[in-house]
């Protein structure tokens, strides 16, 4: 049975450039590297807690899902950060350099707000920062 998401992989060029984002700017736990030389890779973590797997379809054929799906048969399209304040968030973010795809948050699923980081600022990975609605 499954019972959690494990960890997200994220290939990155530079790996302390990827740890000082996650640490630094989205203030998660680090909890260290290790190398695994059998996969001759380095890896960092920063376990989260509990979350949740989210599949996304174009709506009536149209957005920015439909356009992605012309470009790729699937795949992993974003990994998403919980807020508490989503607006603090996406100010101090933005005064480190980072590039978002809209001015502020819009609605999302659950009543929440959502942003997206455009992959530029994040090694090609697009990031979202949601704020769940107060009934979820």
Known sequence: ???????????????????????????????????VVDAKTSTAFFPVPATSIELVHPLNGEGPIAKY???????????????????????RLKAKGYQFLSDEPSPGAHNAKVIFIHPKS???????????????
């Open 122 to 136: 994040c090694d090609g990975v697009l990031v979202e920062i949601n704020q769940p609605g107060d009934d979820h």
């Open 1 to 35: 049975m499954i019972t959690a998401l494990d960890h997200i992989a994220i290939a990155v060029p530079e790996l302390e450039k990827a740890i000082a984002r996650f640490k630094e700017d989205f203030q998660l736990n680090f909890e260290g590297t290790e190398d």
């Open 69 to 91: 799906l012309e470009k790729k048969p699937g795949g992993l399209h974003h990994i998403c950060f919980r807020s508490d304040n989503i607006e603090e968030d996406v100010a």
